[in-house]
């Protein structure tokens, strides 16, 4: 589960935040809430991963790298669902769901801050991604590596190049559960981490291109 805010944090509408709402997006924010309330609707349990997605070795970043990032992985895991079906095992429907934003530092490159949303019954964890620096392992191991192949889709390089452009920061997986004992705790803990995603720091306005996507909301 992320780590959980402390009481005295900033609360919106009941739910903790990481900063005072004038220096967040409140479109983002409301955004966010409403991709989360939706996911809770259509299924129980969920897996929310964090993760940033940057340049590595000077690779230059097109305009459509998050959007080949996303397809590569429904692609994937589509496949891995079928590979699982023919081998007569049960293969659960990923359901993946995402939001991202976009951001500038003092780079060149921009990078992004992603959260990946999946049936929990398909994936509760990345696997052990450090394992994957050994020569004779391959991306389709584990869901970290998958991540791995679709950022190296994106930027039309090997996967093993792209690693170092993924990061998984501390504490990158949550459960998040429409009941249960830990429910509140594990949204108190999910929207927090994620509403960093809206601040307005380092984002850049008025240049083309978007700094903010997520998955289309259903009519509910």
């Known amino acids: ?6 009481e005295s944090s900033i609360k919106w509408f009941g739910l903790p935040i990481q900063m005072e709402l004038d220096q ?20 129980p349990r969920w897996t929310v991963i ?34 699982k079906q023919a081998a007569g095992k049960r293969g659960y429907a990923p359901m993946l769901r995402y ?15 992603l959260a990946l949303l ?7 964890s990345v696997g052990h991604y450090g394992r994957l620096n050994e020569p004779d392992r391959n991306y389709d191991e ?7 192949k679709a950022w190296s889709v994106a930027l039309d390089i090997d996967w093993r190049q792209a690693q170092a452009g993924v990061y998984f920061p501390a504490c990158p997986v949550s459960a998040l559960m429409r ?8 949204l108190f803990g999910v929207f927090y981490r994620l509403s960093y995603f809206a601040k307005l720091q380092t984002k850049r306005y008025g240049e083309g291109g978007r700094n903010f996507g997520m998955s289309q909301l259903r009519q509910i």
């Open 24 to 43: 967040l997006h409140l479109h983002y924010l409301n955004r966010i809430h409403a991709l989360l309330m939706e996911c809770l609707t259509v299924h």
């Open 1 to 6: 589960m992320f780590k959980l805010p402390e």
């Open 142 to 148: 584990m869901l970290a590596g998958r991540i791995y």
């Open 179 to 186: 009941r249960g004992p830990r429910s509140n705790k594990q």
């Open 99 to 113: 939001v991202w934003v976009r951001e500038w530092d003092k780079a060149d490159q921009p990078h992004y801050h």
């Open 50 to 83: 964090r993760i940033d997605l940057r340049s590595p070795c000077g690779c230059i970043i097109p305009e459509s790298a998050i959007t080949r990032f996303i397809e590569s992985m429904k692609a994937q895991l589509e496949h891995a669902r079928q590979m």
């Open 118 to 124: 999946l049936n929990h019954d398909a994936y509760f």
